[in-house]
């Protein structure tokens, strides 16, 4: 089955820096990409999502791009805020979804 | 808004008690899901529903089973509970076949004694 893998488990930045988070898969038949950013004690909830046809995508300070040949994806969360403090996972579907480990993200005031 | 409800926040059972977890969802999603979260681990689907009466394993289905016997319910069974499973139990669900977006719950957090 599909295999994600996460990186960093943790990261911590100073409000106004950029987050990077890295993801790689291993099922090249993956097709969809979500991110899901979880507030401590609250559901996950998708924050933004990629295509497999789709190299990058971008919501206002949130970004995702895809390397299909690599098989890894990312999220780019510029000008941090402290809001943003929380836990992200990725995940690879085909069919169903295969998460990450998580990223916990501080963001230092 | 899509609503996923699942019936307790916090549940506290005894070692070989079968115990029963219910998700409930208000937008006629077809497919129904439940994961486990375990820190460090994200989150392991267990098993999944693409319609009443279906199911399908997840990654990690032993010590578990599932009822689908109406579209918007969908039931977590633990036949008999063990110390390791204790964790957090998240339903989701998603409109359709096909990869969407899954709208989850807020979570029970099972305790097995």
């Known amino acids: 089955g599909e295999n994600v893998e996460q990186h960093p488990s943790t990261l911590s930045v100073q409000e106004g820096d950029s987050a990077v988070i890295k993801c790689t898969y291993s099922d090249s038949a993956s097709n969809y990409f979500p991110w899901y950013k979880q507030e401590l004690g609250k559901r996950p909830q998708l924050i933004i999502d990629?295509?497999?046809?789709?190299g990058e995508k971008k919501d206002q300070r949130i970004a995702v791009t895809l390397n299909k040949t690599a098989k890894h994806f990312s999220l780019h969360i510029t000008e941090t805020q402290p809001e943003d403090s929380a836990v992200y996972f990725c995940?690879?579907?085909?069919?169903?979804?295969?998460f990450g480990a998580g990223t916990t993200v501080t963001v230092r005031a | 808004d899509v609503k996923v409800t699942q019936s307790s926040r916090y549940l506290v059972k005894r070692t070989g008690e079968k115990v029963f977890l219910e998700c409930v969802q208000d937008?006629?999603?077809?497919?129904m899901f439940w994961y486990r979260q375990d820190p460090g681990l994200g989150l392991r689907l267990i098993y999944f529903s693409y319609d009443v009466k279906m199911k399908e394993k997840g990654d990690i289905p032993e010590g578990y089973s599932v009822s689908r016997e109406k579209k918007e319910r969908f039931s977590l069974i633990l036949e008999s509970a063990s110390t390791n499973q204790t964790s957090m139990y998240l339903c989701a669900s998603s409109p359709q076949r096909g990869n969407q977006p899954q709208h989850f719950g807020d979570g029970t957090r099972l305790s097995i004694l």
């Open positions: 990629i295509r497999s046809n789709v």
């Open positions: 995940a690879a579907s085909l069919y169903k979804l295969s």
């Open positions: 937008m006629d999603h077809e497919n």
